[in-house]
């Protein structure tokens, strides 16, 4: 279903085709945003704006690979072009790909690089992107998808160091552009979904339904909401 009402937000979630995005855009949806679902797959992004549409929702689909610098122009200028705006960006898409198997004191870099890539590098292009669209129209929302083992207060093991570091980073990016965007309208923050049951995390017990409930509410914050935080159940995390 395509949005029809110009005073509409338009929100872009990224990675929103599945797991927490998916409900991430769901909820955003059913607080009435059109949600542009992001996928590396323009079927599997189709097919979950059709399952919002059949809800009642106004969603459609884009086909966006976060990794790749010119199908994010591309998806960012397709939203411009077809709705006018691009008002919130859900930065989702994201990969954990090490464990405990991978020690920091035995780097595997074609792991860490390519977590980087997707978790930090993907994430920067997709809000360098979007920025210029936001400032045009004096209002945005960023919200970078973190983890709670991005934190360096409760870190106390070497578990994940490619997917720590990348997110720890994703946080620092999330303080500079809020430093730089507040003035203009634009707030921007981090959140964590904590221990979520997904495809990513299949013996998580925490649902996708509370998982996302801290980024959508940063998606909306009125015009005095908090920019350059980090937060889990809408309250403050240490970093």
Not at 12 to 20: A, E, F, M, P, S
Not at 111 to 134: D, F, K, Q, R, S
Request: include cysteine; charged fraction near 20%; charge should be negative.
């Amino acid at each position: 279903m395509m949005s029809s009402d110009p005073e509409r937000r338009v929100a872009l979630v990224t990675g929103g085709n599945r797991g927490i995005g998916r409900e991430i855009a769901r909820q955003l949806c059913a607080r009435g945003l059109h949600v542009i679902v992001g996928a590396r797959s323009a079927a599997d992004g189709d097919r979950s704006a059709r399952e919002l549409g059949e809800l009642g929702f106004s969603s459609s689909a884009v086909e966006l690979d976060v990794t790749e610098p010119d199908s994010v122009r591309q998806a960012v200028r397709a939203t411009v072009g077809e709705f006018g705006r691009i008002d919130v960006l859900v930065n989702n898409a994201g990969i954990a790909i090490d464990g405990p198997g991978h020690r920091p004191s035995e780097p595997d870099f074609d792991t860490i690089g390519t977590t980087l890539e997707t978790n930090l590098v993907g994430a920067w292009a997709c809000a360098g992107a979007v920025a210029p669209h936001m400032r045009a129209a004096g209002y945005g929302r960023i919200v970078n998808m973190s983890s709670s083992m991005a934190s360096l207060e409760l870190t106390a093991d070497s578990e994940s160091p490619a997917y720590r570091i990348s997110k720890a980073a994703l946080n620092m990016l999330t303080v500079v552009l809020a430093a730089e965007l507040r003035e203009a309208g634009i707030l921007v923050n981090a959140a964590s979904p904590g221990y979520t049951r997904t495809r990513m995390s299949p013996n998580a017990t925490r649902t996708v339904e509370s998982g996302a409930d801290t980024p959508v509410w940063l998606a909306t914050l009125p015009a005095d909401g908090p920019s350059g935080g980090y937060f889990y159940d809408r309250s403050p995390l240490p970093w």
